[in-house]
Nanobody
């Protein structure tokens, strides 16, 4: 049974930092590119960041570039999202997602489309107070 479990969310003040974790089980983690998405109330799910299965390639949405960093530890089957300089606009439910990739250095085409990811976590709330 495939499981993706997010942790580390909660309340943070604007300008503060928070690290989200996503622990993965039930699949060959080192063969999967990983992504973080978020969804605010009344809005569509949007891409935040992606990382290739080897960790060699990362991509971030323009809205978080320079503030958020995605990383992974294949020995721990875990992917992280380090959020710095948080803004109230970052308030959302954050989801991690997995995408099988043959190329360990690629995050894949259309990496920002949720339909390209096969497995999802249940989501975790992040609230940034102003």
């Amino acid at each position: 049974q495939v499981q993706l479990v997010e942790s580390g969310g909660g309340l943070v003040q604007a300008g503060g930092s928070m690290r989200l974790s996503c622990a993965v089980s039930g699949l060959a983690f080192s063969r999967y590119a990983m992504g973080w998405f978020r969804q605010a109330p009344g809005k569509e799910r949007e891409f935040v960041a992606a990382i290739s299965s080897s960790g060699a390639t990362t991509n971030e949405a323009d809205s978080v570039k320079g503030r958020f960093t995605i990383a992974r530890d294949n020995a721990k089957n875990t992917v992280y999202l380090q959020m710095n300089s948080a803004e109230p606009e970052d308030t959302a439910v954050y989801y991690c997602a997995a995408r099988f990739m043959l190329n360990s250095a690629s995050t894949g085409s259309n990496r920002d489309d949720p339909k390209n990811y096969n497995n999802w976590g249940q989501g975790i709330q992040v609230t940034v107070s102003s």
